[in-house]
């Protein structure tokens, strides 16, 4: 049973003119353990579809259901606690902030409702066992390499177990070795945790190592030619 539905999204601004459509039309059905590729080129809708399923921004048109709930009906306090519970992010700019620990920005999410309780500490040390920094935990960003801090991103968008994750050019600046790495790690905890995993990107390689590949170009889905 999908998770996250889709259908007939559209996103459009207002202009002195006619209104500027981004969005045209969109239709998407992911299930828990379901990842997926969105590539496209500059322009095409990507950012703007990125924000809309992040619920970051509202769409114009059409539906969108993640587990079973319209987030686009709740009140603004709502949707924040429903955005922090069920998506987390991953970002080209890992924004850690740099007077924290590794630590320390994994638990981020969690203070939402307050201080971070035993559990979550667990669970973010744990998160950080898997990706590999067990020993970096109390290091502060500037003290990581690139690969490293997104790596510590990785486990922040995990720390409230979301059933989707969005991630925008998880390895747009990083080499080669560390891209593969990084995109290795995002598929093996995306299975162990049977959450639904959208990456945003550029990269072909990338894309090529997820199941499913679809290109948006002005503001439609299709399925990938290569």
Not at 25 to 51: H, M, Q, V
Not at 62 to 85: H, I, K
């Amino acid at each position: 049973m999908a998770n996250l539905v889709i259908k007939d999204l559209k996103k459009e601004y207002p202009t002195r003119g006619e209104p500027l459509e981004i969005l045209k039309g969109i239709d998407l059905e992911l299930s828990p353990g379901d990842n997926l590729a969105i590539i496209g080129p500059s322009g095409s809708g990507k950012s703007t579809l990125l924000n809309v399923l992040g619920t970051l921004d509202h769409p114009t048109g059409g539906s969108y259901t993640l587990n079973d709930t319209d987030p686009f009906s709740l009140d603004e306090d709502e949707l924040a606690a429903f955005r922090n519970a069920n998506i987390g992010f991953i970002f080209q700019e890992h924004h850690l902030l740099p007077q924290l620990s590794v630590l320390e920005n994994v638990l981020i999410p969690t203070m939402a409702n307050g201080k971070p309780v035993a559990a979550d500490v667990a669970r973010a040390e744990e998160l950080i066992q898997r990706v590999g920094l067990a020993d970096r935990s109390h290091h502060r960003p500037a003290e990581l390499s690139g690969g490293e801090r997104e790596r510590v991103a990785v486990a922040r968008s995990l720390i409230c177990s979301p059933s989707l994750v969005l991630a925008d050019e998880p390895t747009g600046n990083l080499d080669h070795r560390n891209a593969q790495q990084i995109g290795e790690l995002l598929l093996e905890i995306q299975d162990a945790e049977s959450m639904a995993l959208i990456v945003v990107t550029h990269s072909r390689d990338l894309a090529d190592m997820l199941g499913r590949k679809l290109e948006i170009n002005d503001g439609r889905l299709s399925s990938a030619t290569v």
